[in-house]
């Protein structure tokens, strides 16, 4: 299966007008609590659990929030596709959501140091056959997360219908 490499940001991303809690100067004030936004059932990353947010992402936000002095984390679930946005127009301080750093995306808001990298794949139905590589995609439809780095990776496999 050929994979696509893809950064992804320190679950911290700000809005420019803000400060990361990781960097935040000592002249910046840290709110009491902090308002943050992800998606959810993107596992491990952030996930519901008995009913409450959890996952790598969600506990090392709050972490991050505790140390810098914040005494609690308000989050907001969103579409993956308005997450920047909506931290770009105020509405959260931060976002967390495994965010691959992009241009695109970093002239919205500020990304922490990148935690990881990860592949793209191809996941299939049980018993399906033929679909093994990114060639063998061409002509058939593909789902993706919406707003996703998936989204143009998709759209370049000739005759594909992207769905999202």
């Given at each position: 299966?050929?994979?696509?490499?893809r950064?992804?940001?320190?679950?911290?991303?700000?809005?420019?007008?803000?400060?990361?809690?990781a960097?935040?100067?000592?002249?910046t004030?840290?709110?009491?609590?902090?308002?943050a936004?992800?998606?959810?059932?993107?596992g491990?990353?952030?996930?519901?659990?008995?009913g409450?947010?959890?996952?790598?992402?969600?506990?090392?936000?709050?972490?991050?929030?505790?140390?810098a002095?914040?005494?609690d984390?308000?989050?907001?679930?969103?579409?993956?596709?308005?997450?920047?946005?909506?931290?770009?127009?105020?509405q959260?301080?931060?976002?967390?959501?495994?965010?691959?750093?992009?241009?695109q995306r970093?002239?919205i808001?500020?990304?922490?140091?990148p935690y990881?990298?990860?592949?793209?794949?191809?996941?299939t139905?049980s018993?399906t056959?033929?679909?093994?590589?990114?060639?063998t995609l061409?002509?058939?439809?593909?789902?993706v997360l919406?707003g996703?780095?998936?989204?143009?990776?998709?759209?370049?496999?000739?005759?594909a219908?992207?769905?999202?």
């Amino acid at each position: 299966m050929r994979r696509t490499r893809r950064t992804i940001a320190l679950v911290v991303t700000v809005a420019a007008a803000g400060t990361a809690l990781a960097g935040a100067s000592s002249a910046t004030a840290i709110p009491k609590v902090v308002t943050a936004l992800t998606i959810s059932g993107n596992g491990p990353f952030d996930i519901r659990q008995g009913g409450k947010l959890t996952g790598f992402d969600i506990q090392l936000v709050e972490r991050m929030a505790r140390v810098a002095g914040a005494k609690d984390v308000t989050w907001r679930v969103v579409n993956f596709d308005n997450l920047l946005n909506a931290i770009d127009d105020g509405q959260a301080m931060m976002g967390a959501s495994s965010i691959t750093i992009t241009p695109q995306r970093a002239a919205i808001v500020d990304f922490g140091s990148p935690y990881l990298e990860a592949d793209m794949g191809i996941v299939t139905r049980s018993g399906t056959t033929g679909i093994y590589n990114r060639n063998t995609l061409k002509g058939q439809t593909i789902g993706v997360l919406q707003g996703s780095t998936a989204v143009p990776v998709a759209q370049g496999i000739q005759g594909a219908k992207v769905r999202s």
